[in-house]
């Protein structure tokens, strides 16, 4: 997957498949798509005005409970947070099956 321009482009397997997977469950709002099961996605749209402290521990349970779903992760650790304005972005790492993986998510609120 082209991060970049946000199109897939060939075939990827072994962790660059699973950073594919983390980006899509993380990149989908949950319950909003009629399409994807309710267990699938990040619920981030309603941590909107809530506030910093309250958002940083849900946004860390909600990537935790999305990614987990993912039979590959055994667990997701490290959160680190930083916030600027309007949004928080958090880093982590993910435990998997396949080996760690670090990721990123820009969380409004």
Do not use: N
């Amino acid at each position: 997957m082209d991060f970049e321009r946000g199109c897939v482009t060939g075939l990827a397997d072994g962790l660059a498949a699973l950073e594919q997977s983390v980006y899509l469950a993380l990149g989908i709002e949950r319950y909003a798509h009629e399409i994807y099961s309710w267990r699938y996605g990040f619920e981030a749209a309603d941590l909107i005005g809530k506030p910093k402290e309250y958002a940083f521990s849900e946004i860390q349970r909600r990537i935790t409970e999305a990614l987990l779903q993912d039979d590959r992760i055994i667990d997701v650790t490290d959160f680190e947070f930083d916030y600027k304005s309007d949004a928080a972005s958090v880093s982590f790492t993910v435990k998997s099956t396949l080996g760690d993986l670090q990721s990123e998510k820009q969380v409004g609120i």
